[in-house]
């Protein structure tokens, strides 16, 4: 069973930095597009960015030039490092997975932006 592990939310000042990671298990995590989105309370899930297993990456206009999607593949995991945060940018953050005969979730983490 895949399954998905957000980590390295939390609390952090306007203009600060924070690195989400994702870590996945039970699957070779290398054929598959990943990502990140984000959702906050009322509002759809959102794309914050994606790179693909041929390391092609794709970012929301509201993050391009703050955010950094990387992987690193024989870990298994995903990072977003997100620089210059606002408060637009607190939100729960989901880490995504896509393979050919599935897409999976991780459970979220909590990003907070407030001075």
């Known amino acids: 069973q895949v399954q998905l592990v957000e980590s390295g939310g939390g609390m952090v000042q306007p203009g600060g930095s924070l690195r989400l990671s994702c870590a996945a298990s039970?699957?070779?995590?290398?054929?598959?597009?990943t990502g990140w989105y984000r959702q906050t309370p009322g509002k759809q899930r959102e794309l914050v960015a994606t790179?693909?297993?041929?390391?092609?990456?794709n970012y929301a206009d509201a993050v391009k030039g703050r955010f950094t999607i990387s992987r690193d593949n024989a870990k298994n995991t995903v990072y977003l490092q997100m620089s210059s945060l606002q408060s637009e940018d607190a939100a729960v953050y989901y880490c995504?997975?896509?393979?050919?005969?599935?897409?999976?979730w991780g459970q979220g983490t909590q990003v907070t932006v407030s001075s």
């Open positions: 995504n997975a896509k393979f050919v005969w599935g897409t999976y």
């Open positions: 039970g699957t070779i995590f290398s054929s598959a597009t």
């Open positions: 790179i693909t297993s041929g390391g092609t990456t």
